[in-house]
């Protein structure tokens, strides 16, 4: 380390010098100091110009609310499936139960971590390689998948929400998270002191999976195995089921929608992954035996291109993912690329592009949403805005809805999932190809 060289007193007086010798920086200081930056670097204009209206509005009412939890990404999926359910019932309003989701999420994925690093062990892993450490440091954090989220409702199907309503655990998922941390943590300890003892491996396995089981009960409630299902849709008729599973209900209801074969769709911009070709990430899953996570590397534009046609001809929400946090103003409700003029306040130039921004860590997916709305130009095939549904409650923006400019789109939105049949015949084709598969760490294994 004698190569790295101090910072001088020299120098660190000449930076000050620098500083104070420019009116604009004193000025800066002065206001950011006293408002913070987004107030300050707040491009006026632009924010009174983002305007709500759209020329495809998909109206799938109130915003929901996710709470302390990362559960954007369950959310947002059954934000998709509740505006079928609804058609499909004749309701006005409708919820599942996020928290019957979760609670079968994490479930799985106690099982597939231990699994998943009994095997690794068994390989030769050791406990202080990459691998091991990065599978570790991210266990039984609440973000997901499109694909992952299928996979739970498949095998598991969905409730309404009444049926299983949110905890004091759902609502702030950290406390619980813990301590199904520290269960796997320990568990994988107890793995590496008995590799090579088949036996004693399966043992280990089987006591956390079952303590898992019991935290999250103790947590989350005992969700239903069947349930007495019946309604009155919005024209005042009433409806009764009777004793119907969480599965049966799912597929009576969203079923006829296929969102199970819905694929993924990515702008993965770095010129070593190719357009057109499959990528997948090494350790990502939740259940075993389901679906992989995989997607379908495409160009930016075509993604748009298939949610505009999806909002405009068949009038369902989408569900995306991206990086929310760039040029938000989380109180209005808007993302833009020119929202907020950090470099001008600043003196910096913020020159890197989505390829460098992911590249060198600056930007993931770690947010999921859904569209329900797009403004279109005259000419039918121009994006100008677009509608977004997200799960942080009603205090904010549109009463929950956001406004997300096209060039935010662009930059930002990395992932979609659209009906399979949409993609042209190359991109069928290219799904029945194996994908290129990338390490556990790799920024296209970030989770909404």
Request: overall charge negative; proline content about 4%; some cysteine.
């Amino acid at each position: 380390m004698s190569d790295i060289t101090a910072l001088s007193a020299e120098a660190l007086g000449s930076l000050r010098d620098e500083f104070d010798a420019n009116a604009t920086n004193r000025l800066a200081m002065n206001a950011v100091t006293a408002a913070g930056i987004d107030k300050v670097a707040r491009n006026y204009d632009r924010a009174r110009q983002l305007q709500r209206r759209f020329s495809t509005v998909v109206d799938n009412g109130e915003a929901t609310h996710q709470d302390r939890s990362g559960r954007c990404w369950l959310f947002s999926s059954l934000n998709v499936a509740r505006f079928v359910a609804k058609k499909n019932m004749n309701l006005k309003e409708f919820e599942f139960s996020q928290n019957y989701a979760m609670y079968f999420d994490k479930l799985e994925r106690v099982n597939y971590f231990l699994k998943d690093v009994a095997a690794l062990i068994e390989a030769g892993e050791t406990a202080d390689s990459r691998l091991i450490q990065h599978l570790l440091a991210d266990v039984m954090g609440d973000g997901g998948q499109w694909t992952m989220a299928m996979n739970v409702y498949k095998k598991y199907g969905a409730v309404p929400k009444d049926l299983f309503p949110e905890t004091e655990s759902s609502k702030n998922t950290g406390p619980m998270n813990t301590q199904l941390r520290h269960l796997l943590h320990t568990a994988v300890a107890h793995l590496f002191d008995a590799a090579g003892d088949a036996e004693a491996t399966a043992k280990i396995v089987a006591d956390a999976t079952a303590a898992g089981h019991r935290i999250l009960t103790i947590h989350l409630g005992e969700p239903p195995v069947s349930f007495d299902w019946e309604w009155t849709d919005k024209d005042g008729e009433f409806h009764r089921d009777g004793e119907i599973t969480p599965v049966e209900f799912w597929n009576k209801y969203v079923g006829p929608a296929d969102l199970e074969s819905y694929v993924c769709l990515v702008d993965d911009p770095r010129r070593e992954h190719p357009k057109g070709k499959k990528i997948g990430i090494e350790h990502l899953g939740n259940v075993a035996g389901g679906d992989a996570t995989e997607y379908l590397n495409v160009p930016n534009q075509f993604m748009k291109d298939c949610v505009r046609q999806i909002l405009t001809e068949q009038g369902i929400p989408v569900w995306f993912g991206a990086d929310c946090g760039p040029f938000m103003d989380r109180q209005s409700g808007a993302w833009a690329t020119d929202l907020f003029e950090y470099d001008r306040v600043y003196g910096v130039d913020f020159d890197m592009d989505k390829e460098a921004r992911v590249r060198f860590g600056d930007s993931a997916m770690n947010h999921a949403m859904a569209f329900a709305g797009v403004d279109v130009a005259e000419d039918g095939v121009t994006t100008r805005r677009w509608r977004v549904e997200n799960s942080w409650g009603t205090d904010i923006a549109d009463k929950g809805y956001f406004t997300m400019s096209d060039d935010w789109f662009t930059e930002y939105v990395y992932e979609v999932a659209v009906p399979k049949a949409m993609l042209p015949a190359e991109y069928q084709a290219a799904l029945d190809e194996p994908a290129q598969m990338l390490p556990a760490w790799d920024p296209m294994g970030a989770l909404a």
